[in-house]
């Protein structure tokens, strides 16, 4: 099993930018697909982003293209969210998902396909 742990959000005023982490604990990340997913009150859990075992290839929601980058250091057992120009719309809790069973042809946009969850970190932005 794999323990997930988000840190770095908070409250920032819209056209900010922050960067979230995810580490990793209890295996080693690179065995891992890693994804990013957002649940806004009352929303269902949508997705972000999504990072490949190698870290070689992503692939984002049409939502946050070109403002987000999902990134991975394997040695160091982390998963980053990189966001920037954010917008009040990006309010939600963020949490990332882990997962062995992802097959390599799937991009990874769902929830059921993910094992193992982080608590989440809250990311408030203002107009």
């Known amino acids: 099993q794999v323990q997930l742990v988000e840190s770095g959000g908070g409250l920032v005023q819209a056209g900010s930018s922050l960067r979230l982490s995810c580490a990793a604990s209890?295996?080693?990340?690179?065995?891992?697909?890693m994804g990013w997913f957002r649940q806004a009150p009352g929303k269902e859990r949508e997705f972000v982003a999504a990072?490949?075992?190698?870290?070689?290839?992503?692939y984002c929601a049409d939502s946050v293209k070109g403002r987000f980058t999902i990134s991975r250091d394997n040695a160091k057992n982390t998963v980053y969210l990189q966001m920037n120009s954010l917008k009040p719309e990006d309010t939600a809790g963020y949490y990332c998902?882990?997962?062995?069973?992802?097959?390599?042809?799937?991009?990874?946009?769902?929830?059921?396909?993910?094992?193992?969850w982080g608590q989440g970190t809250q990311v408030t932005v203002s107009s």
């Open positions: 209890g295996r080693t990340v690179s065995n891992y697909r």
């Open positions: 990072i490949s075992r190698s870290g070689g290839s992503t």
């Open positions: 998902a882990a997962s062995r069973s992802i097959a390599a042809q799937r991009l990874g946009v769902m929830t059921s396909e993910y094992e193992y």
